[in-house]
């Protein structure tokens, strides 16, 4: 047993010495030959609880291989508790609710991936999942009957014989949707003799080679890379919907419409009766085929009878079910009867659908049947609530949960203490081995027996002495004490089993490190039509890729028009001169183009290189004069400190962490900070903050928190009283929400230095504002100040820490040029607890929205109602409140004065506002985590950055959220507004491929911190080029300047090109026509050619040439060759220098044979023999560099 196998034994054994779960074990082993009937167990803490869990379900595993169920009343403990389950060597599904979709609206469906993963771990006989978690309601709804699976479930194997047609043909009925590209689950696409496939079980997606019909190659790639990461010899494809519909149940389907179409007499129902008829004849996906669930599977299935399947299967007679919080679970199941019921009465009511067929779910009294029939145990804090049912047994724990310690030696040594006196086993846990040794080594040095986990004969939990403290790292669990048995556990860890999402997502792995060609801004966003930025030629409009036989060599083009008849022709192995232009565009979306020749362009690129370099000079100027100033060095971390951080009860993320680190080391210099810290919405920025203020009051100095609106300083101070509460920090407000008797109390508080920590608007920049001694300003959101704020800002933070906060994130290339010159932390990871948001995109119909309203407002919830016309606001709040009169309706908009806006804003804080009508000002609103339900009515005109942004304000709790981006009915979409709402639609988090989309959000950012001027420039040559130019002139300014490329023309006879056969979407091959023309080493050649084999197969002649076309350029360029040239059958290399005796040493060392023309033109000769003549030339170019090199080194 390994050491981390033997921490994991040691601590789920634990529960093992309870003489209680050895009864419940027999108990359970009993019934399995007789009937079953529930046990009730109590008295378990959190972190017992869970090592219960494990304990009962590693040995009943032992025998029957059926996962077991446990059953939570929230989402939020399903979450908490599959975290420690994983930590305690389980693996863990989640089984969540769906929601029924009755109507013809597009969702995403991340949700029904996650329950069909689940679902497959009960037919599957080598899935190794232990456990799924469900809510009851998600356990009792209806979905796919086990023999429908089983039947969609294809596992393919090596030398399996399946035609690719007939492979397709199954992905198509499973419900995959074909694509170029697969970046997301329930994808395929087709390259050749190459499949790649996502299914909803898998972490990775799966590329299938294939030689003629027989499987010949099968592995897992990476959804980043597209490289493949793992080979397999077999892998089970099942269905990526949860409802599937072939032909006859889409006949069924139009005959129960029509029925419905003839007795509907509500205009409203016949409209939307006749559009699923209409999606049924046009073979279409149909949204609303929820609602014919039990038409469609007439065999009604719960997740509880795949339960009972497996276990029979494994042959148990009953599956493992546990019930956390019995009570609490029933209460939930008794109101989602009532939720589905009232919405089946609403179906019937307007005959949308016949009575047979509305049924969606089983009930509460048979979900307490199936508990009774299997004999579920109720894992209950009392033995209360049960009267009168017949149970199998009862069994009392006597568990307390312990503290966690973090860094609070103090007490952990005087627990331990007590511990040793009683004679308990004790176990401690922290986070990593040195942290380990630390511990043993101060808890010996207060004559505490404490001791490390050995690496042979480790302790178990029998042989584990009594008395001592043993501690292991690595592992994190909530503490807990056996008191009947007498063993402890004690959690050294900030936040003992935080939870975070990683076992409900595929996407939210650990991002690896890329090569320098994958690093290159993907181009399969480009398309025909959109503008591009040439080095030398400026602005112009791409129009595709052109095939060209030019004097026999054929290659591809680049086609780019420019004003006026002007076209280039570019050959795709000099793409390194081209970008896609972000920047300004006019309404229309156009852009002027650049005249080729024309002197315009050079005007526009000298104006901003003199713009660039005016900005590095004046911004190395400011960080040198910085660096000069003397400021106050903090203490480094202490107790408080420690105990502070320890306190937040989320997981920090690994952003977060880095930017904690990057602002304590400024801090702790004797130098002023000033840096900027940019995160998206709700990444944690303010936590961040708070750390720093809490460092800076630690070492006796006063923090000012600056921020642009009052509702946010009102915010911003709840979370401060909530964050230092239990501290020695005192913190006050200064904003017009307090009377001016307050405000001159809180002015004499701050210059006597009783406030430690104060948050405004810019009234703090006011001349009567003195502190006693100022140590660090953080401001909220710069960008939102005035001219005269900002001036103001500079001189009261004079030789303080500055600490800049921003929503807008920072483009990572615009961050790496600034390196240096500018300190920036960046936040570019979203926090763990955070489901997705659930997106719809439809048709606006007044009874969806109004429900989705009132569904919200059931639970407790808030609304935004996004309404992006002024004119009209009131008439849409006026309509919402005659359909809800209950609710509680507010109006927001630009053309309001601050102070109605703020009033508005604490309104929705507090929960005195239920739905706010707004426009898109709550792009950079305050945080509401209550609102969980966003309607968007025009979504269509919005830009997707807007959508992204505007999306961010729901979703900020561990709650689910709902987003419905709604169009006007009958609206014709235009292509732009399809894609973009296409793309909100399916990526509901942050993904490889929303980066990309998100590129005008960061311009913006962009332009906020690189100021008005910088931002036109930035407007007049493209995002990318200034980026380029800033890079340089930081580097020039700073004496860094790299040399400029020595430009190589190379003019060979050979055909170069990407075959469209090879590559058949045009974007993919744009993509590899840019890697190629990146490539500079013989490494960048080799990783690409196995990209290209991986990812397309084998590589044609034409692809090969093209790669080292480009790798001898680049060769060429390096070793100061201006012209590389091709005359019949011969190619000569044409050096700047000539030196015979190098060139014959790198051809002997090379295998070569070159001969040299000395007379005239100088120049190397190589007559073509090898069919891969550049190969050759290439080797010695090569040996050719080396040998300069060293002679320059020496």
């Known amino acids: 047993m390994s050491e981390i196998n033997s921490k994991i034994s040691l601590i789920a054994d634990s529960i093992l010495l309870e003489k209680e779960l050895d009864e419940i074990q027999k108990l359970i082993f009993s019934r399995q030959h007789e009937s079953a009937h529930p046990i009730l167990v109590s008295g378990l803490s959190d972190g017992a609880r869970m090592v219960f869990y494990a304990a009962l379900i590693r040995k009943i595993r032992e025998k029957y291989k059926a996962p077991a169920i446990i059953i939570v009343d929230d989402e939020k403990d399903a979450l908490k508790l599959s975290n420690a389950l994983s930590e305690l060597a389980l693996k863990p599904l989640a089984y969540p609710l769906r929601d029924f979709i009755?109507?013809?609206?597009?969702?995403?469906?991340?949700?029904?991936?996650?329950?069909?993963?689940?679902?497959?771990?009960?037919?599957?006989?080598?899935?190794?999942?232990?456990?799924?978690?469900?809510?009851?309601?998600?356990?009792?709804?209806?979905?796919?009957?086990?023999?429908?699976?089983?039947?969609?479930?294809?596992?393919?194997?090596?030398?399996?014989?399946?035609?690719?047609?007939?492979?397709?043909?199954?992905?198509?009925?499973?419900?995959?949707?074909?694509?170029?590209?697969?970046?997301?689950?329930?994808?395929?696409?087709?390259?050749?003799?190459?499949?790649?496939?996502?299914p909803p079980y898998a972490e990775n997606p799966v590329r299938i080679e294939y030689f003629g019909d027989e499987i010949d190659q099968m592995g897992y790639f990476d959804i980043m890379t597209q490289r493949k990461i793992e080979n397999i010899r077999s892998v089970p494809i099942p269905p990526a919907r949860e409802l599937l519909y072939g032909k006859d149940k889409r006949e069924l389907i139009r005959e129960a419409a029509t029925k419905q179409l003839k007795k509907a007499s509500d205009e409203r129902v016949r409209v939307e009766l006749a559009g699923e008829l209409e999606a049924i004849d046009a073979g279409l996906e149909l949204y609303f085929a929820d609602k014919y669930i039990s038409l469609i599977y007439e065999n009604h299935t719960t997740l509880a009878d795949y339960a009972e399947y497996a276990a029979k299967r494994c042959g148990q007679v009953y599956p493992l079910v546990f019930v956390q919080d019995t009570s609490g679970c029933m209460d939930r199941m008794k109101a989602y009867d009532f939720h589905i019921n009232s919405e089946i009465e609403s179906l019937l009511e307007h005959d949308e659908i016949a009575a047979r067929y509305a049924e969606y779910s089983r009930g509460s009294d048979y979900c307490d049947l199936f508990f009774d029939r299997v004999g579920a145990l109720f894992c209950d804090a009392f033995m209360t609530g049960h009267s009168g049912q017949r149970l199998s047994g009862m069994f009392s724990f006597r568990t307390k949960q312990t503290v966690s310690y973090a860094d609070n030696m103090e007490l952990l040594c005087e627990d331990l203490t007590s511990y040793a006196e009683a004679k308990f086993r004790s176990v401690v846990l922290c986070e990593n081995e040195i942290t380990a040794k630390n511990i043993v080594a101060a808890l010996n040095e207060k004559g505490i027996q404490a001791i490390r986990q050995p690496d042979e004969n480790p302790y178990g939990i029998l042989t584990l002495p009594e008395g001592v403290a043993l501690v292991i790292s690595g592992f994190n669990l909530t503490g807990f004490e056996l008191t009947a048995t007498r063993f402890a556990l004690l959690s050294m860890y900030q936040n003992p089993n935080s939870y975070s999402r990683t076992i409900l997502s595929h996407s939210r792995k650990a991002k690896k490190s890329r090569s320098s060609q994958e690093k290159i801004l993907s181009y399969n966003d480009l398309s025909v039509g959109d503008f591009v930025v040439h080095v030398n030629h400026g602005i112009g409009q791409y129009l595709g890729i052109e095939q060209l036989t030019v004097v026999g060599t054929t290659r591809d083009y680049i086609k780019i028009k420019y004003a006026g008849s002007d076209v280039l022709y570019l050959p795709t192995d000099q793409l390194d001169m081209v970008s896609k232009y972000i920047g300004a565009h006019t309404d229309n979306g156009a852009v002027k183009l650049s005249k080729m020749g024309g002197g315009d362009w050079i005007k526009a690129k000298t104006k901003a290189k003199l713009a660039a370099k005016s900005m590095a000079k004046e911004l190395i100027r400011l960080y040198a004069e910085r660096q000069r100033r003397e400021g106050f060095a903090f203490h480094s971390d202490d107790e408080f400190q420690r105990e502070f951080e320890a306190a937040f009860e989320y997981e920090e993320t690994e952003g977060q962490l880095n930017s904690i680190n990057e602002i304590k080391a400024d801090m702790e210099r004797p130098v002023p900070m000033d840096r900027l810290l940019c995160g998206d919405v709700g990444f944690g920025k303010t936590e961040v903050a708070l750390r720093a203020a809490f460092k800076a009051v630690m070492s006796g100095k006063q923090v000012a928190l600056l921020v642009p609106t009052t509702i946010l300083a009102l915010q911003h101070y709840q979370t401060l009283l909530t964050r230092m509460r239990g501290f020695p920090v005192s913190c006050d407000m200064l904003s017009r929400f307090r009377t001016p008797k307050q405000q001159a109390e809180t002015l004499r508080r701050l210059r006597r230095g009783d406030i430690d920590i104060i948050v405004g608007t810019h009234r703090l920049v006011s001349n009567d504002v003195v502190f006693k001694d100022l140590g660090l300003v953080i401001v909220d959101e710069e960008q939102r100040f005035g001219v005269a704020q900002k001036e103001k800002l500079k001189q009261i933070a004079g030789n303080v820490d500055v600490l800049t906060l921003t929503a807008t994130p920072i483009p990572r290339t615009l961050n790496m040029a600034m390196s240096g010159i500018r300190d920036m932390s960046v936040l570019d990871e979203a926090p763990g607890d955070r489901f997705p948001v659930q997106t719809f995109v439809m048709e606006y119909d007044e009874l969806i929205i109004n429900e989705a309203i009132k569904k919200e407002l059931r639970r407790g919830g808030q609304v935004f109602f996004l309404h992006n016309t002024v004119d009209d606001i009131d008439a849409v709040a006026l309509r919402l409140s005659r359909a809800i009169p209950e609710a509680r309706i507010a109006t927001a908009h630009g053309k309001m004065d601050k102070e109605q806006l703020s009033d508005i804003w604490r309104g929705?804080?507090?929960?005195?506002?239920?739905?706010?009508?707004?426009?898109?000002?709550?792009?950079?609103?305050?945080?509401?985590?209550?609102?969980?339900?966003?309607?968007?009515?025009?979504?269509?005109?919005?830009?997707?950055?807007?959508?992204?942004?505007?999306?961010?304000?729901?979703?900020?709790?561990?709650?689910?959220?709902?987003?419905?981006?709604?169009?006007?009915?009958?609206?014709?979409?235009?292509?732009?507004?399809?894609?973009?709402?296409?793309?909100?639609?399916?990526?509901?988090?942050?993904?490889?491929?929303?980066?990309?989309?998100?590129?005008?959000?960061?311009?913006?950012?962009?332009?906020?911190?690189?100021?008005?001027?910088?931002?036109?420039?930035?407007?007049?040559?493209?995002?990318?080029?200034?980026?380029?130019?800033?890079?340089?002139?930081?580097?020039?300014?700073?004496?860094?300047?790299?040399?400029?490329?020595?430009?190589?023309?190379?003019?060979?006879?050979?055909?170069?090109?990407?075959?469209?056969?090879?590559?058949?979407?045009?974007?993919?091959?744009?993509?590899?026509?840019?890697?190629?023309?990146?490539?500079?080493?013989?490494?960048?050649?080799?990783?690409?050619?196995?990209?290209?084999?991986?990812?397309?197969?084998?590589?044609?002649?034409?692809?090969?040439?093209?790669?080292?076309?480009s790798l001898a350029r680049s060769l060429c360029s390096a070793a100061r060759i201006p012209k590389l040239e091709q005359k019949g059958q011969v190619i000569s290399l044409i050096p700047e220098q000539f030196d015979p005796v190098r060139w014959a040493k790198a051809a002997s060392e090379s295998n070569v044979q070159l001969t040299f023309q000395m007379a005239g033109r100088q120049c190397v000769n190589y007559k073509i023999k090898s069919p891969r003549p550049l190969c050759d030339i290439c080797d010695v170019l090569e040996q050719y560099l080396g040998d300069v090199q060293k002679n320059q080194q020496k």
């Open 102 to 198: 009755f109507h013809n609206i597009t969702s995403s469906h991340e949700y029904e991936h996650e329950r069909l993963r689940a679902l497959s771990a009960f037919i599957d006989e080598e899935c190794d999942c232990d456990v799924v978690i469900a809510t009851p309601d998600a356990a009792m709804q209806y979905t796919m009957p086990v023999e429908v699976l089983k039947n969609n479930t294809l596992t393919l194997r090596l030398s399996d014989e399946m035609s690719l047609e007939a492979l397709t043909a199954h992905l198509e009925a499973g419900g995959y949707s074909r694509c170029e590209l697969v970046d997301g689950v329930g994808q395929y696409s087709v390259r050749g003799g190459i499949v790649d496939i996502y």
């Open 908 to 1109: 929705m804080v507090v929960g005195d506002i239920d739905i706010l009508v707004s426009t898109t000002i709550i792009e950079s609103g305050v945080d509401v985590p209550n609102a969980n339900t966003l309607i968007i009515d025009h979504a269509e005109r919005l830009g997707l950055s807007q959508l992204h942004q505007i999306r961010g304000r729901v979703g900020r709790s561990s709650r689910r959220a709902f987003a419905y981006f709604t169009y006007p009915p009958n609206l014709s979409l235009s292509e732009i507004a399809t894609k973009r709402l296409s793309a909100m639609r399916e990526y509901t988090e942050f993904g490889s491929g929303f980066k990309i989309a998100l590129r005008d959000l960061e311009i913006r950012g962009a332009g906020n911190l690189l100021g008005a001027e910088q931002h036109g420039q930035l407007d007049s040559i493209g995002y990318d080029l200034y980026v380029k130019i800033l890079n340089e002139a930081v580097l020039e300014e700073k004496g860094e300047a790299p040399k400029p490329r020595f430009e190589s023309k190379v003019d060979l006879a050979l055909d170069a090109y990407l075959p469209e056969k090879y590559i058949r979407s045009e974007s993919q091959r744009m993509d590899i026509y840019k890697k190629i023309a990146h490539i500079e080493t013989r490494e960048d050649l080799d990783d690409l050619a196995d990209e290209l084999c991986d990812r397309f197969g084998e590589i044609p002649r034409q692809a090969d040439t093209l790669m080292y076309v």
